[in-house]
């Protein structure tokens, strides 16, 4: 199966349910989803990885990153990163939102 690393970040769990939900899906297509939430970043390495990354993120606030997500985000924006540090990355990036009618 072609393996894919699959981060999630929620403050609710909606993003955690749809990132199950893509993993469940991804199997019946042949994938294999490694599935972590991105604060278990002892799980999972962004400067090695080969496979493709799926992100699924919801914001809360205004705009804001999941609890969950922080450090996450405090690191991948350090500009102390040479700026081709992630280049070898091939990534989706899912927002979750809610629909206000
Ligand atoms: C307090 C609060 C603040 C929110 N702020 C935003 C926001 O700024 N932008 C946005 O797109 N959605 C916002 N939302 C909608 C959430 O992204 C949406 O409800 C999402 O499904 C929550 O996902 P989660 O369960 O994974 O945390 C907010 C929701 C809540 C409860």
New binding site residues.
Partial sequence: MRRFLLLYA???????AIAEEISEQAVAHGFSADLHCVSESEKYDLKTESAPLVVVV???????P?DTARKFVKEIQDKTLPADFFAHLRYGLG????LVQ
């Fill in positions: 929620t403050q609710r769990g909606q993003a955690k919801s914001t809360t606030g205004t705009g804001d999941p927002q979750i939102q809610s």
